[in-house]
């Protein structure tokens, strides 16, 4: 195979040019149709319309309850503590090592597995066991 018998692909191929004759096969209505809103210029509508009858997404009922003061954070467990290399461990040293993604509205510290080193840790949360885990070992733990 080379550059002169390529197969033919979607790329390649000339766009369709609507509007030019009854012997293209696409001349006259320009593939849409007869009449009607969709066939005008400017014509159609928007997503989820449904001719004027109440749409889906208005006819169903709101449920549950939203609270606008939630607070999501990101959790962190001991053992993802363990692979920090940080004596004092902050949302920014976590983001910077790659441990954690984002900081979300802050960190919660979660007692999920074994801590093997003292460690100083700064978060907004923190269960527990884990705040219990961390003193045992001689750490010491900072809610900001």
Do not use: C, W
């Amino acid at each position: 195979m080379d550059l002169g018998n390529l197969p033919a692909s979607v790329e390649r191929r000339a766009r369709k040019r609507v509007g030019r004759g009854i012997g293209s096969g696409s001349g006259k209505t320009s593939t849409r149709g007869q009449k009607g809103q969709k066939s005008r210029t400017g014509g159609g509508v928007r997503r989820g319309f449904e001719g004027g009858q109440t749409p889906l997404y208005r006819r169903l009922p709101k449920r549950g309850f939203k609270n606008y003061n939630h607070k999501n954070y990101t959790e962190v467990t001991l053992t993802m503590l363990n692979k920090s290399e940080a004596t004092d461990v902050t949302s920014d040293t976590l983001l910077a090592e790659g441990i954690i993604g984002k900081v979300n509205d802050g960190i919660v510290v979660l007692g999920t597995g074994k801590l093997e080193k003292k460690l100083n840790v700064k978060a907004a949360r923190f269960t527990k066991t884990a705040s219990e885990k961390i003193e045992a070992l001689g750490g010491k733990i900072e809610v900001i």
